[in-house]
């Protein structure tokens, strides 16, 4: 990462389901290992819940619904703030 060295990263593991979820998760995981031995420190992996069809819905083809979706992008969105201590002077003061 020559272009934004200060990067923080999140790599992220959708909702995945079925045998494939181990498989992605490992090869995420080798991805992750393999930045960390580059240099890349910054580094924090987010791994979404698997999608509650039953409960949640799907959408085209198995996709995730736009409700599985909402419960990604809460889960996405807290990522930053939470590992940057994003809010966390405001609150302090």
């Keep these: 990462m020559t272009t934004y060295p200060n990067a923080h990263l999140f790599p992220a593991l959708g909702s995945v389901t079925g045998a494939s979820l181990d498989k992605v998760r490992e090869y995420t995981q080798a991805a992750i290992e393999a ?21 949640d819905g799907v959408g085209c083809a198995k996709h995730p619904s736009l409700e599985t979706h909402a419960k990604m992008a809460a889960v996405l ?17």
């Design 77 to 93: 969105a807290s990522a930053p703030k939470t590992t940057l201590d994003w809010w966390g002077s405001i609150v302090e003061e």
């Design 35 to 55: 930045r960390k031995t580059a240099g890349d420190t910054k580094i924090t992996f987010v791994e979404f819940a698997v999608q509650n069809a039953g409960a």
